[in-house]
């Protein structure tokens, strides 16, 4: 599951940053310098596995202020599989898995 | 308070985590504080006493932070059913105080929609105000009074500013008759959470103007110390020179208090007739206490590390930074800090998993905090080591001992990790918590504030430690010193006791993992504490005071054990539950006898096998 994630990620990074102002992808596929807005806070679009129900997974995400509308800049990544990210979300920092992040679904900016 | 004509008020504090809430606890209340449990729970229950001006007492709660009322952990349901007036043993508030900092308002006012659903009268304390003035944030107080409906008085927690106003707001809405009105909450499901968002998202853009120069100190900080490698780096640099603190520094304290009980024990010993009371003053109370009480100079340095990172801001950081590391093993990223306790004690390590939400998570990493190695353990390496290992050189630059003694702590750390990846795949098979935090701004910690938790930690320690301490303490001096020598006995008087006969009859238990008799039975009062087995150790083989002259005991030791039985010695102690009070914290936080009785099994287990295979391979080595 993860390498699969990660080759994906690794086609997406050679995309330069016009091609991808404007693209929707989950959050869990996001890098680094990524930004954009969030459209879309899904539950039970992952991939299982989890100690919580999916609805359960999405209310927390809510709570922390994952919701649509909501500005997100990716900013750090973990060293080992890139995980977890670090991102801006409106005024606050957060830290999260990637998994626990594909159900959040994001419209990049232009750079 | 008898002699306070107006009745004591109730008034409950509740907030975000990082709000400033405990410097606000601590601002209101002093020193009139209390640390106790609720009932039932192992939540820590802080209250507070406030006199006011006017006459009227107020007794302040100070209830565990969380992001909303649906609560997760244990911590937060406590939170949850105090706020709700539903807590068994605990009367409702009469007034609600709302923490929150002035500088990320967003999640709190969604909590603050959620508290005014359950209709207590509320005070919004907009804490951290210096910082939001420094970075010249435009709140309309008037205007965000009106749309929350409810009184706000602006504090600086760590300057005491705005105390007095707070306490008198909520005097006022005491005297003012204001009542509960109907609990209309509840549990909100996630199309609520957006219309609750949506109302604090207008609410915000109504009454605060965004900063004019806002925190960028904390986004250059993070891209240093949240860089994958630099701050993996930084990471670990820190808990080096956190451990070489934990052990330089207390040092010289830790023996002093040690020579001070050792000397106090001789004292008494040399003023008081023989007999049972003595010994059991002496041998069961002075150096039981005392043998717990050293350790507590490294567990105040190792906490003032830690609560120094943790107002800073660090510790979410370096949860984040393991996060990966530590889950690979299946334990969460906040498992790190409990763990990182454990390496001084870990009573304190258990106790500090209450961070958890997860119940998984929390017992996984309850169940492997005993392997990482504490301080106790360092007695019985150094005398080992010592008598077995020689004190050559490898490579020409390491010391034999010093490596040793690496190994040690690495099997500890490994062996944490093997066990909880095995707990994971065995009892909880892949559901893994999501791992979700914020990452707080960061701070100059406020020294007055850091002591004062500091405080804080040691009283909690010294009681809590000392309630289950101490009976166990009692229970090994009885089993070593009952029955008594017979007259004219040339054993040592231990032999003869019921530890002695403990000992005799596990002997040939113990026999194929290198152990004789003297071993098994030191074995026994070893059990009240790691390091006691050293002062054991002495009184099988009747030396006395083997305390002031460890090398008079390793020396002992080399005659009458071989190698191979020193090294099954050792890999014996990595693994050992040879701490009664550990068991007994277990018992205390995970409330039942399960866990403390899995915990004694799964590692006498290992201890046995690791034993046995070191005494083993070594006598096929030609060591035994
Ligand atoms: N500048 C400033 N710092 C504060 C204030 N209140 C708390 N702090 C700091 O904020 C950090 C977190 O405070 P703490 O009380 O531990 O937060 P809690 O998690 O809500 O209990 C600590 O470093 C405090 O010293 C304040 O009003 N102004």
Redesign the interface.
């Given at each position: 599951m993860v390498s699969a994630e990660s080759r994906a990620m690794l086609a997406k990074s050679a995309e330069t940053a016009a091609a991808k102002a404007g693209r929707t992808l989950r959050l869990s596929e996001t890098k680094p310098g990524d930004h954009g807005v969030i459209v879309e806070v899904r539950?039970g679009s992952h991939s299982g596995?989890?100690?919580?129900a999916v609805?359960e997974?999405?209310?927390?995400?809510?709570?922390?202020?994952f919701?649509?509308?909501a500005q997100i800049e990716v900013?750090?990544?973990?060293?080992?599989?890139?995980?977890?990210i670090?991102v801006r979300l409106?005024?606050?920092?957060?830290?999260?898995?990637r998994?626990?992040a594909e159900g959040v679904w994001i419209r990049l900016d232009a750079k | 308070m008898t002699d306070v004509p107006l009745p004591t008020a109730r008034v409950a504090l509740v907030g975000n985590p990082n709000s400033g809430k405990t410097a606000l606890f601590n601002a209101l209340t002093g020193s009139r504080q209390k640390v106790a449990n609720y009932a039932g729970v192992t939540v820590e229950r802080k209250e507070g006493q406030i006199a006011t001006a006017s006459g009227r007492s107020l007794s302040v709660l100070d209830l565990p932070g969380t992001?909303?009322l649906?609560a997760?952990s244990p911590d937060e349901v406590v939170t949850r059913d105090a706020v709700l007036g539903k807590l068994s043993g605990e009367a409702p508030p009469d007034v609600l105080i709302c923490v929150a900092d002035a500088t990320?308002l967003?999640?709190v006012l969604?909590l603050i929609l959620e508290l005014k659903a359950v209709g207590r009268p509320m005070v919004l304390a907009l804490n951290m105000f210096d910082i939001a003035q420094r970075q010249g944030l435009r709140i309309d107080l008037e205007g965000l009074s009106r749309e929350i409906g409810c009184p706000i008085v602006t504090t600086v927690a760590t300057r005491k500013r705005g105390i007095e106003d707070l306490v008198a707001q909520v005097e006022n809405l005491i005297a003012s008759g204001v009542l509960s009105t109907d609990n209309i909450w509840r549990e909100?499901?996630?199309g609520q959470?957006?219309d609750a968002?949506?109302e604090a998202?207008r609410i915000l853009k109504g009454n605060v103007r965004a900063p004019e120069r806002?925190d960028t100190f904390?986004?250059k900080v993070?891209?240093v110390l949240?860089?994958?490698?630099a701050?993996?780096a930084i990471l670990f640099t820190l808990l080096f020179v956190m451990f070489q603190a934990v052990f330089t520094w207390s040092k010289a304290v830790g023996d002093l208090m040690s020579d001070g009980f050792g000397a106090l024990g001789a004292s008494l010993v040399a003023h008081l007739p023989a007999g049972i009371l003595t010994s059991f003053l002496t041998e069961g109370l002075i150096s039981g206490v005392g043998s717990v009480l050293v350790f507590l100079p490294q567990i105040l340095v190792l906490f003032f590390f830690i609560i120094l990172l943790e107002d800073f801001g660090y510790m979410?950081r370096a949860?984040?930074?393991m996060?990966?590391?530590m889950?690979?093993a299946g334990l969460h990223?906040r498992a790190f800090i409990p763990l990182l306790s454990s390496f001084a004690c870990a009573i304190p390590g258990i106790m500090s998993t209450r961070v958890i939400d997860?119940r998984?998570?929390r017992l996984t990493t309850i169940m492997v905090a005993p392997l990482m190695t504490c301080s106790a353990r360092i007695p019985v390496y150094t005398l080992i080591i010592s008598a077995f290992i020689p004190n050559t050189k490898v490579a020409g630059v390491l010391s034999l001992p010093g490596l040793v003694m690496f190994g040690l702590y690495a099997s500890g750390i490994l062996s944490a990790l093997g066990v909880s990846f095995i707990t994971r795949r065995l009892l909880w098979r892949?559901?893994?918590?999501?791992?979700?935090?914020?990452?707080?701004?960061y701070k100059l910690p406020d020294p007055l504030n850091v002591a004062r938790s500091l405080y804080l930690r040691a009283q909690i320690f010294i009681t809590r430690a000392g309630t289950i301490i101490l009976p166990m303490m009692i229970l090994v001096w009885f089993l070593s010193s009952f029955p008594g020598a017979p007259a004219g006995a040339t054993d040592p008087a231990i032999n003869y006791s019921l530890a002695g006969r403990i000992g005799h009859l596990l002997q040939p238990v113990l026999g194929p993992i290198g152990f004789n008799w003297q071993m098994t039975v030191a074995l026994i009062p070893g059990f009240a504490a790691r390091e006691v087995a050293v002062a054991a150790l002495g009184t099988v083989y009747a030396i006395g005071n083997s305390d002031a002259h460890p090398g008079a005991l390793a020396t002992t030791l080399q005659h009458h054990w071989s190698i191979a039985t020193g090294l099954a010695f050792l890999a014996w102690y990595v693994f050992a539950p040879q701490c009664a009070s550990t068991i007994g914290v277990v018992k205390r936080e995970t409330n039942s006898w399960l866990w403390p009785a899995i915990m004694l099994i799964y590692m006498t287990t290992l201890a046995y096998l690791a034993a046995l295979v070191v005494y083993q391979v070594a006598r096929v080595c030609g060591l035994g």
């Open positions: 539950a596995g989890h100690g919580v609805d997974l999405q209310r927390r995400l809510l709570e922390f202020g919701v649509e509308g900013l750090h990544e973990g060293a080992i599989w890139r995980d977890p670090a409106d005024d606050m920092r957060i830290g999260l898995r998994r626990d | 992001y909303s649906r997760r990320n967003r999640l969604r909100p499901d996630a959470i957006r968002h949506r998202q806002p904390t986004g993070d891209s949240l860089h994958p490698f701050g993996l979410a949860a984040f930074l996060d990966r590391i889950g690979g990223g997860n998984r998570d892949g559901a893994v918590e999501p791992f979700l935090m914020e990452l707080p701004a």
